[in-house]
């Protein structure tokens, strides 16, 4: 090849990478201005509300959209929880008695579910409260001739847990209770029983929740009353034993 010509190509050769590496770093340039401007722009619209809002000028009152917009808020959270008021019964008093004292011990309830899954409503039971239903059942079932927080011939120890799903469209609740007897220091029984009520497709309302939890504990109640009366004879025979 000619020697002009070899330098004609390679001359045209740098003159074109010259120009795309000028022209990549324009574009570079104009990239990082643009990211700048909206950055910028971004930091503006951010801090220029905090320059005319009154939050650090105590002297002056907040505005009134702002109040009713918190106001609002606090409304909206406060209203996603459904707090759990239960007082179940039983149908009737029991015809099966132990003429002797009941202390009642009822742990925390253990919640499963509402808590945890994302986009569902908050759930909140007390263990005020489900110590009060599980008392109020006790004392309306008569099976003990007293039921109290207080020393007695005999310890029961409830301990609950509650677990939220979702099922072929509707909610299902299931209550596990579990019972320990004991005579002073020394288990002498225990009891478990387990149930699950279906509940409604959704959970506007707290009663949507309520209604099926005290449904679900007031079986399992009827079933661990039951059971223990079934020993009836045994919780007899171990006063005696103590009192000889």
């Known amino acids: 090849m000619h020697p002009i010509s070899e330098w004609w190509i390679h001359t045209t050769d740098s003159t074109e990478r010259a120009y795309r590496n000028s022209h990549s770093s324009v574009a570079r340039l104009r990239d990082r201005v643009r990211a700048n401007f909206w950055i910028n722009s971004l930091i503006v619209h951010l801090v220029a509300p905090v320059k005319t809002f009154p939050l650090y000028q105590l002297h002056r009152p907040f505005p009134t959209a702002f109040v009713v917009l918190m106001l609002s808020l606090w ?31 009822v742990t925390p309830p253990s919640l499963e579910g509402a808590d945890h899954r994302p986009g569902i409503t908050l759930l909140k039971w007390s263990q005020a409260d489900l110590t ?6 006790l004392q309306q079932r008569g099976t003990f001739a007293s039921v109290s927080g207080d020393p007695g011939d005999f310890t029961l120890r409830v301990d609950t847990k509650l677990s939220l799903s979702s099922r072929q469209g509707l909610y299902h609740y299931r209550i596990v209770l579990h019972g320990e007897m004991s005579e002073g220091e020394h ?15 959704v959970r506007w309302v707290t009663d949507s929740d309520r209604i099926p939890i005290e449904t679900a504990l007031r079986m399992a109640l009827e079933n661990v009353t039951g059971k223990i009366e079934e020993d009836r004879r045994f919780y007899l025979k171990q006063i005696e034993k103590s009192a000889q």
């Open 132 to 137: 009060q239903a599980i008392f109020g059942y």
């Open 187 to 201: 288990a002498v029984n225990s009891y478990r029983a387990e149930h699950s009520v279906a509940g409604s497709s």
């Open 75 to 105: 409304i909206t959270c406060a209203s996603c929880v459904h707090k759990i008021h239960v007082t179940p019964l039983p149908g009737e008093p029991s015809s099966i008695s132990i003429p002797r004292n009941l202390q009642l011990i």
